[in-house]
């Protein structure tokens, strides 16, 4: 069974490289963002978490104003699990007052950048908002198994903090490809490297 799983996840990691380049590519020819939109199924676990991430980042090098949200497909009103706000918490983020929120069109239509967590959340954002997201996995300076972001809910601990990490890399790669952006549209803008900037997790 796991050799098995192993040839099917063969086809990432050939084309991760490619994927992330193209990606990357992309991200550093465009001005910054004005709005990202985070998307995951429940917006409880990956997307708040991420989302938390990318604004702490972003004012550590970005002058602008850049609007994070976060949002989900399904159960609007619902607090982070346990494990989620603990292993944020160790990394300096503060899930204990989100609430998860049901994404809508005029979301979609707002934000600059949406970024999805795996291949499916990407399919329905195009069937059901007309719209397309970035796949966060596709940043992750590592070799990686498989392309999606591992959802953790009622996982144990551990899963969260592999989850983590991966968002870790993964956005950090976006912020410095978003600063590459901003340096290009603005040249006198002076914009520090992520590895130096405050609170690397």
């Not at 954002?125 to 397309?132: E, H």
Request: net charge positive; aromatic share 4%; charged share 30%.
């Amino acid at each position: 069974m796991e050799r098995l799983r192993q040839v099917r996840r063969t086809p990432e990691r050939l084309l991760h490289p490619l994927r992330r380049a193209a990606v990357l590519r992309r991200l550093r020819r465009r001005p910054p963002p004005g709005a990202v939109l985070f998307v995951c199924h429940g917006n409880v676990c990956r997307s708040p978490y991420a989302a938390a991430l990318l604004r702490r980042l972003l004012l550590s090098f970005l002058p602008r104003v850049v609007r994070v949200e976060s949002a989900g497909f399904v159960g609007p009103g619902r607090p982070c699990p346990r494990w989620a706000v603990e292993v944020a918490a160790e990394r300096g983020l503060d899930l204990s007052r989100h609430r998860s929120r049901v994404l809508t069109p005029l979301e979609v239509q707002s934000a600059d950048l949406v970024v999805v967590m795996d291949s499916m959340q990407r399919r329905a954002l195009r069937v059901l908002f007309g719209g397309d997201g970035l796949l966060l996995g596709d940043l992750d300076p590592a070799h990686i198994e498989r392309r999606e972001i591992e959802d953790p809910v009622e996982q144990p601990k551990e899963v969260f903090e592999r989850s983590y990490s991966r968002i870790d890399r993964c956005v950090r790669a976006l912020v410095e490809a978003v600063a590459a952006g901003a340096v290009r549209h603005t040249p006198t803008l002076g914009v520090e490297s992520v590895s130096h900037m405050e609170g690397r997790t």
